[in-house]
């Protein structure tokens, strides 16, 4: 009996088949507690190179914010769209761009694609590749055409017009047994058209100082920080507190909405990049004039087994009540942290009386 053998094209097709669609309304819930997006402008995330832009500029795909629809505004190339869109007609295979992570590395946990918008102009199809390139000349070199060091991290996937879409993704393990990390990735569109924001959902991974006793922003997305509780984020998400620099306004901080009952408080977990010895927290409140907190406090715990929960038996209080001011950055060290001397912590609380908006919650400290 003839055996056929698969071509190696049939065989990545047949194991890309296995990751994972999500529904628009599950990305939150499969993302938003153990990733960050690795491509997210504040991260300093930054657009190297791209096919074409005709339309739409390529750089709406990282915006943080949800797109916007103005009908019947036109531009000087027509229709005003906020996303990435090339012109018609493309002669080659695929538009392209080439973006570098907002961190050091990142492994790929998910992707998504929101075609918001573009309904008789959307892409039909897309494909994500990915490369890990270090160096001075790094980006120079893979913002070329000529680049041949990408490998496919999603294979090609059906879009639909103004949707959500998003798609799990395996990862490739490398010599270690840990999925393969990226420092830049190739989003293809076949042949062309438009597309209004690209998340890169994964982890960090960060390089740590050699000096174990160097102090290092431990909660910070850059380093592995993730924000992956919370108990509401009416306003504006919990990852915004672990951005770098101070924002631009209220829009990109954690805002929770107007409480009503009595002794209320809002919080937020936070998993530290590496067990840490924390010795200073830094709450700000910047553009947050008229609804800062109250008060605020901080616990933290050692619990490297599993993500603990708000109720847990094991936090321990290393900030007592602070009375916050308004759009401000809030500066606590060791002589005001408790009990922190010589102790390894994972995970830190942010408690907000009653409720409010804070811009960035950072945690410093040494690796434990």
């Known amino acids: 009996m003839d055996v056929q053998a698969l071509s190696p094209e049939v065989i990545q097709d047949v194991l890309h088949r296995s990751n994972d669609s999500i529904a628009p309304e599950l990305i939150a819930e499969t993302f938003s507690s153990n990733c960050i997006d690795l491509v997210s402008a504040p991260l300093n995330s930054r657009i190297l190179a791209f096919s074409d832009e005709f339309f739409a500029s390529a ?9 916007i629809h103005k009908p ?8 005003w769209y906020d996303g990435w869109e090339t012109r018609r007609h493309n002669s080659a295979p695929f538009d392209w761009v080439i973006i570098r992570l907002g961190v050091t590395s990142g492994r790929v946990k998910g992707v998504e694609i929101d075609t918001a918008f573009f309904t008789g102009n959307h892409a039909p199809e897309i494909r994500l590749d990915g490369c890990f390139e270090t160096g001075e000349d790094a980006d120079d070199k893979v913002a070329k055409e000529t680049f041949r060091g990408w490998e496919e991290v999603l294979g090609r996937r059906e879009c639909g017009p103004s949707r959500r879409q998003a798609w ?17 990735v190739r989003l293809c569109m ?18 740590w100082p050699e000096d174990s006793e160097e102090v290092v922003e431990m909660s910070a997305a850059v380093m592995g920080g993730v924000a992956v509780k919370c108990s509401d984020q009416h306003y504006g998400g919990k990852e915004n507190l672990l951005l770098p620099g101070r924002g631009v306004d209220m829009g990109d901080g954690w805002e929770t909405k107007r409480s009503r009952g009595s002794d209320h408080v809002d919080w937020v977990i936070v998993r530290l990049g590496a067990r840490a010895k924390i010795t200073k ?10 609804n800062f907190p109250q008060g605020v406090r901080v616990d933290a715990i050692d619990a490297e087994s599993q993500e603990p929960d708000v109720g847990d038996g094991g936090w321990e209080e290393i900030l007592d009540v602070q009375k916050p001011g ?18 390894g912590y994972t995970h830190a609380k942010l408690t907000i009386l009653p409720d409010g908006g804070v811009k960035r919650f950072r945690v410093f400290g040494t690796r434990a």
């Not at 019947?72 to 229709?79: M, N, T």
């Not at 799990?168 to 830049?184: K, L």
């Not at 209004?196 to 991974?205: D, E, I, K, N």
Request: hydrophobic share 35%.
């Open 59 to 67: 750089s709406n795909l990282i915006n943080p914010r949800s797109p």
């Open 72 to 79: 019947g505004v036109f531009v000087h190339s027509g229709a």
């Open 168 to 184: 799990t993704v395996a990862g490739t393990i490398d010599a270690n047994g840990q999925a393969r990390a990226y420092t830049h």
């Open 190 to 207: 076949f042949p062309d058209g438009g597309i209004s924001r690209f998340r890169l959902y994964g982890q960090a991974v960060p390089v």
């Open 281 to 290: 927290i830094v709450i700000d409140t910047a553009h947050f004039r008229g």
């Open 326 to 343: 308004p759009d401000r950055e809030h500066e606590y060290g060791g002589d005001v942290l408790k009990g922190v001397e010589g102790k």
